[in-house]
């Protein structure tokens, strides 16, 4: 059974950072592509980083590039996003997903605020 859970979400002040991990379990995250969307209030789904499984080549949104790294730890086998330097818009529902043979997963998503 495959599961994702997300979690290191809260409230940061702009300017701040949070680090997002995603537990991941019934798969293997090194042979997996994942990647993190975020949802902002009234506005759709925008992915924000992409790794691929294997060679882990990395794909970021034009809005985070420089600000949030998409990272795994193979041996705990967790997906992570770094996002530095936050801003109010930044502000949405994270969700952690996986493609696992032809079948997408997502978690249940964790909120972030951003907010002084």
């Known amino acids: 059974q495959v599961q994702l859970v997300e979690s290191g979400g809260g409230l940061v002040q702009p300017g701040g950072s949070l680090r997002l991990s995603c537990a991941a379990s019934?798969?293997?995250?090194?042979?997996?592509?994942m990647s993190w969307y975020r949802q902002a209030p009234g506005k759709g789904q925008e992915l924000v980083a992409s790794?691929?499984?294997?060679?882990?080549?990395?794909t970021y949104a034009d809005s985070v590039k420089g600000r949030f790294t998409i990272s795994r730890d193979n041996a705990k086998n967790v997906l992570y996003l770094q996002m530095n330097r936050l801003q109010p818009e930044a502000t949405a529902v994270y969700y952690c997903?996986?493609?696992?043979?032809?079948?997408?997963?997502w978690g249940q998503g964790i909120q972030v605020t951003v907010s002084s």
């Open positions: 790794i691929t499984g294997g060679g882990g080549t990395t």
């Open positions: 019934g798969f293997t995250v090194s042979r997996s592509a």
């Open positions: 997903t996986a493609r696992v043979t032809v079948l997408d997963w």
